[in-house]
Structures are given as C-alpha cells and as structure tokens.
C-alpha cells in the first residue's frame, strides 16, 4: 500500500471520529434539554458509519489489488436517536406536562464517556497510523540515497 492511500485511510478515520466526538459531546451538553426550538426535549445523535468503496460482503474485500481493497470511512449521516424520552415526575418544572411529568432526552451520560473515550483513542490510533506511515516513507527516502 503507497503513502497516499495510507494517508488518505487515516485521515478518514480521523474526519469521521471527529463527528462522532462533536455527536457525543452534543448529546453530552443537552442530557438535560426539555425543550428544544423543535419542541419537545433534545433528541440523541447517533453517527452512522459508512465505507467507500462500499462493498457487498467480505469476500469482495480479500478480492483484487492491495489498493482496490483499502476502504476509507466516513460518517454517512447524523440521525436523531430513535430512544423515547424518560418521563420524570416534576409537577413544578415549566415543561410539566398535565400529569407532571417532564420529557428528559434518554441519554446515559456514563454510556456517552465511554463512547467518548472510545472515539478519542480511534482519532488517536490514525494519528499514530498517519505518522508511523510518514516515518516508513522518510526511511525509504533515506535508504534510496545510499
């Protein structure tokens, strides 16, 4: 595989576990959103991952040149999360409902850390990746001048 489609792979996983990190960081900062311009609480983000070249199935991907295997990743859409919200008991909050209760964003705050710290150590690994990629070309430079 050349330096460029390495780099081009890496830089992918960076892009597309950056939206993630901003989706969770988003979910994170409104776990407590009971009204939204849209109405209704704050609505969970989920990152839905894709591939490019998109392939049927696994055996395509063992199939062919090194480099019409190489698949990049990127986030193919931000969709609202499909979770219904948590009913609290608030009689005394401005959201309330009729029968107190209050609609609060379904979002595990512990759950989301983890994800966060999931998506770092991914952007993390592609650096690592880019860079130990970058080093292996300089070597080859190197050798090719002696």
């Known amino acids: 595989m050349d330096l460029l489609t390495s780099l081009k792979i890496s830089s992918s996983g960076l ?5 993630r990190m901003g989706a969770i960081t988003s979910n994170i900062a409104n776990a407590q959103t009971t009204r939204t311009a ?17 392939r049927e199935n696994f055996a395509e991907i063992l199939e062919g040149e090194l480099e019409e295997k190489a698949q990049a990743v990127h986030a193919t ?11 609290k008991y608030e009689p005394n909050h401005p959201d309330a409902n009729a029968e107190g209760y209050v609609a609060y964003p379904n979002i595990n705050t512990m759950e989301e850390m983890a ?5 770092s150590r991914a952007y993390e ?14 070597k080859d430079l190197e050798i090719g001048r002696n």
């Open 115 to 119: 994800n966060m710290i999931e998506a």
């Open 77 to 87: 859409e931000i969709a609202n999360s499909k979770k219904a919200p948590i009913m």
């Open 15 to 19: 892009a597309a576990n950056k939206k």
């Open 38 to 54: 849209e109405g209704g609480p704050y609505q969970p983000k989920e990152v839905v991952f894709g591939s490019e070249p998109a």
């Open 125 to 138: 690994a592609n650096i690592n990746a880019m860079n130990t990629a970058k080093s292996m070309a300089i």
